[in-house]
């Protein structure tokens, strides 16, 4: 399929270059262009496009904050974002970007996001890449990726989460309440207003010394408060009787 696509980038140079790269791509029909966050988001509340090619530091509303908000549109559009910063990615990929592009663009580059569209636009929703299946994470300037089916628990830092996995203890800047919207689908539940739990990984419910209570995994105990506690247990109850339970 051809697509329509919006390209949004404050230097006027580069959104100049960035919609000559996108309408010389066969796979592209139509190329509007804004010149910052707020004037694609009135765009995009009238007209609807296929994907955003989205510069990320941009003044007043950058990108990262524009493709929070398309996050939540009923039909969003695909967002590929295009940057001369490479420590954006984690959180980039955190917000369930498709791709990412250093500036200057390639050519092959950009061939391979906009198959990656295509690809994500062509299937059902149903059957759309999962894109946080896996999360990149930064550690001594390599990046290495932590799948999710490795991960146990998460617990909260602020603006940040560890992510307790077999493969060690991993720190992604994401909140947490975030991450929570992603992985819910996927079994993790909240059971604290700092940890996330994996309901396959929860062996046994157990009381701390005072009376509280604690979800055991494999990779240690994670505490559940008095107001996640009934949720917890009716999950568990479910996920038991599915089946779902002991994979990992």
């Known amino acids: ?21 996108l309408s010389a791509s066969p796979e592209v029909s139509e190329v509007a262009t804004a010149a910052d966050a707020l004037s694609a988001l009135r765009m995009l509340r009238n007209d609807r496009y296929d994907a955003v090619f989205l510069d990320i530091s941009m003044p007043g509303l950058d990108g990262l904050e524009l493709a929070s908000l398309l996050a939540r549109m009923n039909e969003p559009p695909v967002i590929v974002f295009v940057t001369a910063y490479e420590q954006h990615a984690v959180a980039a990929f955190g917000i369930g970007a498709v791709d990412y592009l250093l ?11 906009l198959a990656r569209v295509n690809r994500l636009l062509a299937r059902p929703t149903t059957d759309a890449p999962d894109a946080m299946a896996a999360l990149p994470v930064e550690s001594e300037g390599r990046t290495r990726y932590v799948r999710r089916t490795e991960v146990h628990y998460v617990e909260a830092h602020g603006d ?27 079994g993790f539940v909240r059971v604290h207003r700092s940890f996330l739990v994996a309901l396959d990984a929860v062996r046994e419910l157990r009381s701390d010394s005072v009376g509280g209570l604690l979800a055991h995994t494999d990779l240690g105990d994670v505490p559940v408060s008095r107001r996640h506690a009934r949720d917890l247990r009716e999950k568990l109850l479910l996920a038991a009787k599915s089946g779902a339970l002991g994979r990992h």
């Open 160 to 186: 940040y989460v560890r992510l307790h996995a077999t493969s060690g203890i991993h720190v992604v800047r994401m909140p947490i309440s975030r991450l929570e919207e992603y992985w819910a689908a996927a």
């Open 103 to 113: 500036k200057p663009v390639r050519t092959e580059r950009l061939a391979e996001a």
């Open 1 to 21: 399929m051809t697509l329509s696509v919006l390209a949004v980038d404050d230097v006027p140079p580069a959104l100049t270059e960035l919609k000559r790269l």
